[in-house]
């Protein structure tokens, strides 16, 4: 007969977000495998682990460019000329949708809700860099600058 | 000029450093609460202060710790929350980042009034710097001996950790915190119970925003009086305010509550950029009913904002020119709202979702008649029936917008354009 679903020590399911973010960091994304190995050593069910990563922003289960660029669509950068403009700017540039990612692999377009960098919109996050009052050449700079690192 | 009191250290050089907060009179309170005050005596001082929470709720700190049970074999925590996700505020995240020490000093002597051991700072996952930051205040308290066994020699222990959040507006509200925390996804409890009788673990927890906990030490430092001496009567104490959107300058401005709207949009923010004529001001979050031109000279104070039919929240100041499209910012606002419902009530998750569809479609010129009425039902549909206060929340931004501003929904359904930006 088969066991009742694993009944876990609640302290070591409290564990489930940081090794969420421990298998992303080795995996670059997480998959299957990574899922399935965290699953096991918190003693969770798979789809109880899938259940968490897509509840969460952060997690991602499919793979990205080694930039992540996550442009912030709160009010406060919509009403600073950023958001939308932005976005729009980074489509054309990098001629990508949101959610893609370029043919070289390096830049993953994505939008984002507030970044709680208001007083300094607009504000894009890059990976974990956080870049404020954003204008369109800021953005050619930085994308140079990156782009620079992998020549 | 007001002494300025939770951001007086912003402008030091490394004012972030446990050097820098010691230098300038920092974990004094902390002695004080240790070795001369018992518990009781200092739930009844923060009583006695007014202070409120400051994370949106405003409810009364030092009652909040009352509700704990006394009993010293009942094990019990302490969460800070810096979880600051709410469109229009970033006091937190300048907190933590210039100042996380103050937190730590109040969330010890909180700690210690409710009798928590083990306390859990959650913070944002996206604040990078932030969480950086929190480790290496928490290390650095440690190593002087604030924290840990025996605190300076008080006989009180205390540990505190770092927990990442992972993406979820949804994991400020504190019940969703605490799942958050267990692991779980961001989900919120039906209350009651509260945390404060069952709460992480089971267990009564007490929740506080940060900015909450950075007036707990001046409060012991300066004593219950002088502190609601600052503000107004039921309002007491300083404020962060963030303003952001069309001012010249933006940014934090600590202030004593219930100063005039006027005063923080003209003379401390400098008043509209590009002089423009103001249109409308959002008083505390994308949360709260925005406010008309006409009520400036609204008080932000808890209760005369409460009388104009919006909230302190968390005190974030989203200001609107005349070229704004007030459909266009609802739309924005309800997308917010729709990405971070975490879906488990019926009226959150669909309320969102049909009010984004009619108004991006209000947007794209294909609004039809009764789409306003249809709005307004939804809305209201969503008002009072969810588990925790979101439904309410992403209601206020499309009820406050169409009360002041009908007659740019109208105009959006027959001309199919935006009555601003012809």
Same mark, same amino acid.
């Given at each position: ?18 090794? @969420? ?20 050593? @918190? ?31 709160? @009010? ?69 600058? @990156? ?5 | ?69 006394? !009993? ?67 290390? !650095? ?8 066994? !025996? ?171 005349? !070229? ?99």
């Amino acid at each position: 007969m088969q066991q009742n679903p694993k009944v876990a020590d609640p302290a070591k399911r409290s564990m489930l977000l940081t090794a @969420l973010y421990i298998a992303q960091e080795q995996y670059g994304y997480l998959t299957e495998e990574a899922v399935e190995r965290v699953a096991q050593r @918190l003693d969770l069910t798979v789809s109880d682990v899938y259940s968490m990563a897509s509840f969460y922003s952060l997690y991602r289960t499919k793979p990205t460019g080694r930039y992540v660029l996550q442009v912030c669509e709160g @009010l406060s950068c919509y009403l600073t000329d950023g958001a939308e403009r932005l976005v729009d700017y980074l489509r054309k540039r990098l001629s990508i949708e949101v959610a893609e990612t370029t043919k070289d692999g390096l830049f993953t377009l994505q939008t984002v809700q507030c970044l709680a960098a208001c007083g300094t919109s607009p504000a894009i996050r890059v990976n974990d860099a956080l870049y404020e009052n954003m204008t369109v050449e800021k953005v050619d700079e930085l994308l140079e600058t @990156l782009r620079g690192y992998h020549v | 000029m007001f002494e300025k009191i939770l951001t007086r250290n912003f402008g030091l050089p490394r004012s972030e450093t446990i050097g820098a907060y010691i230098a300038s009179g920092g974990y004094q309170a902390l002695p004080k609460a240790l070795h001369e005050l018992t518990a009781e005596q200092l739930i009844d001082m923060v009583k006695a202060s007014g202070l409120r929470g400051r994370g949106g709720a405003g409810f009364p700190a030092g009652r909040k710790w009352g509700f704990l049970p006394k !009993d010293p074999n009942v094990v019990k925590y302490v969460c800070v929350n810096t979880d600051e996700g709410e469109p229009g505020t970033f006091k937190d995240r300048e907190l933590v980042e210039k100042d996380p020490h103050q937190i730590i000093e109040g969330v010890i002597i909180a700690a210690y009034a409710v009798g928590a051991q083990r306390g859990f700072v959650y913070i944002r996952g996206e604040f990078f710097l932030g969480v950086k930051r929190w480790i290496k205040a928490i290390d !650095d308290a440690y190593a002087k001996g604030f924290l840990g066994k !025996d605190i300076l020699g008080s006989g009180f222990s205390f540990d505190l950790s770092v927990h990442r959040g992972a993406g979820a507006y949804i994991c400020g509200e504190e019940t969703a915190l605490i799942e958050s925390l267990e692991g779980k996804r961001g989900e919120p409890r039906l209350k009651p119970p509260y945390p404060a009788s069952v709460g992480l673990w089971g267990k009564p927890t007490l929740v506080h925003n940060v900015e909450t906990l950075a007036n707990v030490p001046h409060i012991v430092n300066r004593g219950a009086q002088w502190y609601a001496g600052i503000g107004t009567p039921k309002s007491t104490g300083p404020k962060i305010f963030c303003i952001s959107g069309h001012v010249k300058n933006r940014g934090v401005f600590e202030l004593p509550l219930g100063v005039p709207l006027r005063e923080l949009v003209y003379e401390h923010a400098g008043g509209v950029a590009f002089d423009k004529k103001l249109k409308a001001i959002i008083p505390g979050g994308a949360s709260t009913p925005m406010l008309s031109v006409e009520q400036l000279d609204t008080t932000l104070d808890f209760e005369s904002l409460e009388a104009a039919g919006t909230m302190l929240g968390t005190g974030a100041v989203i200001v609107m020119n005349e !070229d704004t499209c007030m459909v266009d910012v609802a739309r924005r606002l309800m997308r917010f709202f729709s990405h971070e419902s975490c879906s488990r009530c019926t009226p959150c998750r669909n309320g969102t979702r049909s009010i984004l569809g009619i108004l991006e479609r209000m947007e794209h010129g294909e609004g039809v008649p009764g789409d306003v009425e249809r709005l307004e039902e939804l809305a209201r549909g969503m008002q009072g029936l969810t588990f925790c206060p979101m439904g309410d929340a992403a209601a206020n931004p499309v009820l406050s917008g169409i009360k002041l501003f009908r007659d740019e929904y109208e105009y959006h359904i027959q001309h199919k354009r935006c009555a601003v930006a012809a």
